[in-house]
């Protein structure tokens, strides 16, 4: 079954539990083997359960990668980029850590090393081990919300002092981004509001609350081998650039706000087209103002990583099943004691090394 049925069987979740199968017990032991459930399982609560699975990542990404959120988009970009809509092969199957030696490649090989103690850690921690092309779809998002809220404290120059803060005087209380990160979230009326504002700024960008990262991608074993799934190479030309988004059946639009990430030459190109400069006025007279610019990129980038692999992913991956309930749960440890059963759970106790409220 694929994600895509699966998300079809949510329709009638509401009234009536769906389940993935009936296992056998040839099934059990097998799945036993593999470090999966076995039982049978409600797909909503699986969906659930790898969506804190997620969250409970997120903060050991951000622990251990300091790639920026630009370099992590652009790796996810470059591995997602080689799926054909037409074959349905490649899309973003984590063969991109086996293909650093590519010219175009090189700059991401530190990136794909902070990942990999991301991973070690992860998965010291966690039941089941996180995949590598779920934790490259997963780094960019998980890294991009510090950096919008850096931006929206003032901490970099994205936005003048007016858009950074609504509340109160900037000049005399600005944003503080520690007493933001700490709970309660702000111990000052100013700073609580700062908090709400931003979430409403960027409300939409979440990778748990809202452009919900899938997970249960299948990983590959070697470098992606098809001719076929081939991207433009820096320098090519606009019409090889927009010849491969149709190629993943991926919008204009969303070329248009991936294009900073896709390579070192694509945004110029592509600007000097005139059926994208039109796009590309329209950003730039939108961006002024937070959330307005990071909206569409985050939608975009998701839009991308989940063609391919991510349309038939094990919604079961990193599931674990309740032996009393039968619920699915997140395969992870308690957190100060109690089970995560979901993202609200999970903010409210996992704070250890950064909150995730963000999400």
């Known amino acids: 079954m694929t994600r895509r049925d699966a998300l079809v069987g949510l329709i009638g979740a509401a009234a009536t539990p769906v389940f993935l199968y009936g296992a056998t017990d040839s099934e059990r032991e ?101 995949g590598w092309a779920d934790l490259i779809a997963l780094a960019p998002f998980a890294t991009a919300r510090y950096q919008f ?61 809202g452009q919900r990262v899938h997970m249960g991608r299948a990983d590959v074993a070697g470098a992606d081998s098809n001719p076929s799934n081939t991207y433009p190479l820096p320098g090519a030309a606009a019409s090889e650039y927009k010849n491969w988004f149709k190629r993943m059946r991926l919008s204009l639009p969303a070329l248009v706000n991936l294009a900073p990430y896709v390579d070192e030459t694509c945004e110029a190109t592509l600007r000097n087209d005139p059926e994208c400069a039109m796009l590309f006025a329209e950003i730039d007279n939108k961006s002024y103002a937070p959330g307005y610019k990071e909206k569409p990129l985050i939608k975009a980038l998701r839009e991308m990583t989940l063609r391919g692999p991510a349309e038939f992913a094990d919604h079961t991956r990193y599931v674990v099943v309740d032996a009393k309930t039968n619920e699915p749960l997140a395969a992870i440890p308690k957190i100060n004691g109690k089970t995560m059963r979901n993202v609200k759970t999970l903010m409210d106790e996992y704070h250890d090394p950064f909150p995730v409220w963000i999400m």
């Open 149 to 209: 809220l850096r931006d929206y404290c003032g901490v970099t120059p994205r936005y003048s002092p007016r858009w950074q803060y609504k509340a109160g005087d900037i000049n005399m209380v600005g944003c503080d981004m520690d007493d933001m990160l700490k709970a309660p979230f702000g111990h000052s009326p100013e700073q609580i509001e700062a908090t709400s504002w931003f979430r409403q700024s960027f409300a939409g960008v979440g990778p748990l609350t």
């Open 30 to 130: 097998r799945a036993r083997q593999e470090g999966r459930p076995a039982e049978p399982v409600a797909i909503a609560g699986a969906l659930r359960a790898q969506t804190v699975y997620a969250g409970f990542c997120i903060p050991l990404i951000e622990k251990n990668v300091t790639a920026s959120y630009e370099l992590l988009i652009s790796l996810a970009i470059r591995d997602a980029g080689t799926f054909d809509a037409k074959t349905g092969t490649g899309g973003l199957n984590g063969s991109i850590r086996f293909e650093l030696e590519k010219p175009e490649n090189k700059k991401f090989a530190d990136a794909v090393k902070q990942l990999e103690l991301a991973k070690k850690e992860i998965d010291a921690k966690a039941a089941v081990p996180i």
